[in-house]
């Protein structure tokens, strides 16, 4: 039996749509075993509710045994360690795959490179944000070149901290995709890529004072932002307590407020706030993951 861990992410942080994808140390775990016949699939280890052709976890396995010519008779699956809440915006599904092709590749004698799985999970995932966070840790900015996925790896500043604002409501990436236009005109577009240029540079050179312009958005904001009842308020309030800067995480419905490691009462607080609204919150002060997935 093996053991893999993999990390929560934060993706889009803002203009890098489809393109930025950042590790968080939330994460969950998983147990393979391969057996000679039937497949077990369990929750924490009690069976699970999610049919086997809906499972992304063993549905991953088997693109990468079917690419590969590999014949598993039977799997024990078990998701021992869920921290990644499910439809919020941080990468719940990229942990799903990220484990069943690292699961795979190890059944398979390491048949598939890091390139590999990164650009099946892609492929799997439809978009390299969140996987290539999943997969290499860190602060990721990654692109499709032909049918290849190209990426870049730095390492965050050690002093910001993500607060992540977790509701108790969910959105599906689907959903988050439907209220989007199809075009953009010429200056939203210049308007995100000066932006997410100047945001990898901010935090290379810890220009931190240029982050709350680095995350604004033309491309998705302006269109999910009115599904997550009370951003504008939530994103102000935290300006008002010292955060460096708000973004809506992935698709939603989490929302992202980065902070200085310093800042030690900005999570009471901001939670006490969200306590005065309809809808009940969840908050979470992380700090970036530079490991990416393990087995351990």
């Known amino acids: 039996m093996i053991k893999i861990k993999v990390p929560a992410s934060t993706a889009n942080m803002g203009p890098g749509f489809d393109s930025f994808g950042m590790a968080l140390n939330l994460y969950n775990e998983f147990e393979f075993e391969e057996r000679e ?7 924490e280890g009690k069976p699970s509710s999610i049919a086997l052709e809906e499972n992304l976890i063993y549905n991953s396995m088997i693109k990468a ?23 919020r915006g941080l990468g719940s599904s990229a942990t799903c795959i990220a484990a069943g092709l690292t699961a795979a590749n190890y059944f398979m004698k390491g048949m598939m490179t890091e390139q590999d799985i990164i650009d099946l999970a892609t492929k799997i995932e439809g978009h390299p944000d969140n996987v290539v966070a999943a997969i290499k840790g860190g602060f990721d900015v990654s692109l499709f070149q032909g049918d290849k996925v190209t990426y870049s790896k730095i390492i965050p500043p050690e002093d910001l901290l993500f607060v992540a ?38 935090f290379y050179n810890k220009e931190y004072n240029h982050l709350r312009t680095c995350f604004d958005d033309k491309i ?3 269109y999910r932002g009115p599904l997550i009842n009370g951003m504008s308020e939530i994103f102000k309030e935290a300006e008002t307590l010292g955060s460096y800067g708000e973004f809506i995480s992935g698709s939603g419905s989490t929302l992202m407020a980065v902070i200085n ?8 607080k901001i939670n006490s706030f969200l306590q005065t609204t309809d809808i009940k919150w969840e908050v979470k002060v992380l700090k970036p993951d530079n490991t990416g997935v393990q087995i351990i």
């Not at 045994?65 to 024990?76: C, D, I, T, V």
């Open 37 to 43: 016949k039937d497949i077990i699939f369990l929750s």
């Open 261 to 268: 490691k310093e800042n030690i009462t900005f999570g009471e």
């Open 65 to 87: 045994f079917q690419k590969y010519n590999y014949e598993a008779k039977g799997m024990y699956i078990n998701v021992s360690k869920a921290e990644v809440p499910f439809s």
């Open 220 to 222: 998705h904001q302006p």
């Open 165 to 202: 604002l977790i509701p108790n409501f969910k959105m599906s990436t689907s959903d988050g995709r439907k209220v989007l236009p199809d075009e953009y005109c010429k200056k939203d577009c210049i308007f995100n890529i000066s932006r997410a240029a100047m945001l990898v540079s901010s």
